[in-house]
C-alpha cells in the first residue's frame, strides 16, 4: 500500500493478485499475496516449494517469517549461546575471492590443514556450515565454505543463463585452483550434493573424499511440475518476496517436526531461515526451477566413483531418502547414515549425530 491506495498486479495461470506492502522502516515494497479465484493452487504451491512443510525436494526452505530490521536499516540476528547458525565463530573468517566471471565470499577456517570443502544447496548460505567449522579445524582441515554465486553475499547475476549446475561446478574447481588446492574432501548438501556429483564426475582426481548429504541423483519423483513451473514464473515477474508470501500461505508446522523443534530451541533460526532465501538473485531461483525439473539422471554414473564417500540424510527428508538409498548402493563401498530425528537440514535438526557422523567418516586429516 502506497499513499492509503493499493497497487495491483496480476499474475498468469492461475489468476493471483499482488499488493505491494511498504515497509516504512526501510522505504522498500514487500509483496504480500492474495489469491483471486485459485486458492488451492496457491495454497498447493506454498506447500509444495516450502521446505519447511518438508514437501520440497528442490527447495531447502524453511520460512515462516522475515528477519527483524533495526531504525538505521540494518538486518538484526538474535541467536543464542547453542552456536546458532547466523553465529560465525570468531576463529572462522570471512573474504572475497575474485573468480573470472564471479565474486564469491567464503567463511574460511585452519589455513595450512587438509582441504576441505563445504557446499550448501539452494537458497542456503556459507553460514549453514558455520558452526561446524571449529571443529573440523580441530580435527586438522583448512575448512572452506563459500555463499555460490546468487546467494547471500557473492555475485548476483541478473542474466538466467549465468547459473546452472555446471556453473557452479566451475566456479567451485576455479576457487580450489585459487586456493592451490590440487585435491580436496568435498561435502555437498541439497543442490550442493548435485553439484559434487557434477563435480567429482568430470574432475575424478580432484576429489578425495565425498559426502553427500541430503541430495539426490536426479529429477526428484513426484513432485508437480506445474507448480514449479509458476514458482519460477513468480520469482521472475515479483521476485523472492512474493514466493516467500506464497510459501508462508502454504506453510504448515506439523510437516517438519525437526525443523519446528530447532524453532524452538534456537532463537532467531525460523528468522534467519527466511533471510536466506530473500539474499538470494531472483534469476538464480527462476533459472533452477526451470532446471531442475530436466535434469540428468547421474545414478549410472556414480558407479565410477571410486573414492570413500558417505551419503546422509534424515529419516523424515521423504524425498531424499530412497535417492540416498539407492546413491549408497550404487557408489562401490559407499556409506550410509540416516538421522532418526532430521529433515533436511541434519547439521542443524540432528547437530550431534550428523557431526559425529562426519568427523567418524573424516577423521583426523593429514595436511
Known amino acids: 500500500m502506497r499513499n492509503g491506495t493499493e497497487t495491483n498486479k496480476r499474475f498468469s495461470a492461475p489468476s493471483l493478485q499482488a499488493r505491494e506492502v511498504v515497509d516504512e522502516g526501510r ?7 492474495r489469491c483471486a479465484g485459485a486458492g488451492s493452487a496457491v495454497f498447493r504451491l506454498g506447500n509444495s516449494l516450502s521446505m519447511g512443510s518438508s514437501l520440497s525436494p528442490i527447495l531447502p526452505i524453511q520460512s515462516n517469517r522475515c528477519v527483524a530490521v533495526g531504525t538505521d536499516g540494518t538486518e538484526t540476528h538474535r541467536m543464542s549461546s547453542y552456536g546458532g547458525p547466523m553465529h560465525v565463530p570468531e576463529s572462522v573468517s570471512k573474504r572475497s575471492v575474485e573468480l573470472n566471471s564471479a565474486t564469491l565470499v567464503i567463511l574460511e577456517s585452519g589455513t595450512g590443514g587438509s582441504p576441505l570443502l563445504l557446499v550448501h544447496g539452494i537458497t542456503g548460505s556459507k553460514e549453514d556450515f558455520g558452526p561446524a567449522i571449529p571443529a573440523l579445524v580441530e580435527l586438522g582441515y583448512h575448512v572452506v565454505a563459500p555463499d555460490l554465486r546468487g546467494h547471500g553475499e557473492s555475485t548476483h547475476d541478473e542474466d538466467e543463463q549465468a547459473y546452472g549446475l555446471d556453473h557452479f561446478k566451475g566456479d567451485l574447481v576455479e576457487l580450489a585452483d585459487l586456493l592451490d588446492w590440487e ?20 574432475h575424478p582426481e580432484r576429489v578425495a573424499r565425498l559426502v553427500l548429504m541430503s541430495t539426490h541423483h536426479g529429477v526428484v519423483e513426484n513432485y508437480d511440475q506445474g507448480l514449479i513451473a509458476l514458482g519460477a514464473e513468480m520469482a521472475r515477474t515479483h521476485g523472492l518476496e512474493a514466493v516467500h508470501a506464497v510459501l508462508e500461505m502454504g506453510y504448515n508446522p506439523n510437516d517438519n517436526p525437526a525443523y519446528e523443534r530447532v524453532c524452538a530451541e534456537v532463537e532467531g533460526y525460523r528468522e534467519w531461515a527466511s533471510t536466506k532465501m530473500l539474499r538470494c538473485s ?3 531461483y527462476a533459472s533452477m526451477l526451470s532446471q531442475f525439473p530436466v535434469i540428468e539422471d547421474r545414478l549410472e554414473q556414480l558407479t565410477s566413483i571410486s573414492v570413500p564417500t558417505l551419503v546422509q540424510v534424515g529419516d523424515l527428508d521423504t524425498p531424499f531418502v530412497g535417492a540416498s538409498e539407492r546413491m549408497a548402493a550404487t557408489i562401490p563401498g559407499a556409506a550410509l547414515d540416516r538421522f532418526s530425528d532430521a529433515c533436511h537440514m541434519p547439521q542443524f535438526e540432528a547437530r550431534a549425530d550428523w557431526e559425529r557422523s562426519l568427523h567418524r567418516f573424516l577423521g583426523a586429516a593429514t595436511a
Not at 27 to 33: D, F
Not at 183 to 202: W, Y
Open 27 to 33: 522505504g522498500s515494497a514487500l509483496s504480500a499475496l
Open 183 to 202: 585435491q580436496f574432501d568435498l561435502v555437498g548438501h541439497s543442490m550442493g550434493g548435485m553439484i559434487a556429483q557434477r563435480l567429482i564426475l568430470a
Open 282 to 284: 531472483s534469476a538464480m
